[in-house]
């Protein structure tokens, strides 16, 4: 049950779910999901992110999604993040053919940079690559005492994920 996040593209759920390309208005979004209800039991439902013309939210196994349109109105952001209070196993959430949750966040910049373009190293529990932008909301590693820096970077998993991309509105037809 692996999410896909396809930078420039969009992103590619879990079988049998649909492929969401950016650009797409609320409307079609919410028509290409509303057949596979069974598999969203909480449903799509309407979620606030500032900043947005329209956001959706639902729940799969061990994570929340959240897709946002810009002010064209087409789909413009993905976020998935871990959930804390759904004990189900989340799928890996994978960009650019890595799992992004899946790697302690000094490995999976070190994963990203084999790719080619340069990645900063993770930042406080932030790492941001071009339109990908990571979080660690939990099990953040602690600041070090000002004046001295840790031997060892303390390891730590990033939980939360956005892909963002601004669009043309006729490039998603």
């Known amino acids: 049950m692996t999410i896909d996040l396809l930078p420039g593209h969009g992103v590619r759920l879990p079988a049998p779910l649909p492929e969401l390309r950016f650009g797409l ?3 079609t979004v919410r028509a290409l999901l509303a057949p596979h209800s069974d598999l969203l039991p909480d ?23 959240t897709l946002s349109g810009g002010d064209d109105g087409g789909l413009e952001a993905v ?13 890996p959430v994978g960009y650019l053919g ?7 966040a000094h490995e999976l910049a070190e994963a990203l940079r084999t790719l080619g373009p340069p ?8 790492l941001r690559h071009g339109p990908l932008h990571l ?10 005492a000002p004046g001295r ?7 730590y998993h990033f939980d939360f994920a956005s892909l963002h991309h601004r669009t043309d509105p006729e490039a998603a037809r």
């Open 25 to 27: 208005d609320e409307g």
């Open 149 to 155: 820096k840790p031997r060892h970077p303390v390891p």
């Open 43 to 65: 449903g799509v439902r309407p979620v606030f992110v500032c900043g947005t013309s329209w956001a959706l939210g639902f729940a799969l196994p061990g994570v929340g999604v």
């Open 79 to 91: 976020s998935v993040g871990r959930s804390r209070n759904d004990d189900r196993p989340a799928g």
């Open 98 to 104: 890595i799992d992004v949750f899946g790697w302690p």
């Open 135 to 144: 979080h660690a909301s939990a099990g953040r590693p602690p600041r070090p």
């Open 119 to 126: 990645v900063p190293d993770p930042d406080h529990g932030t």
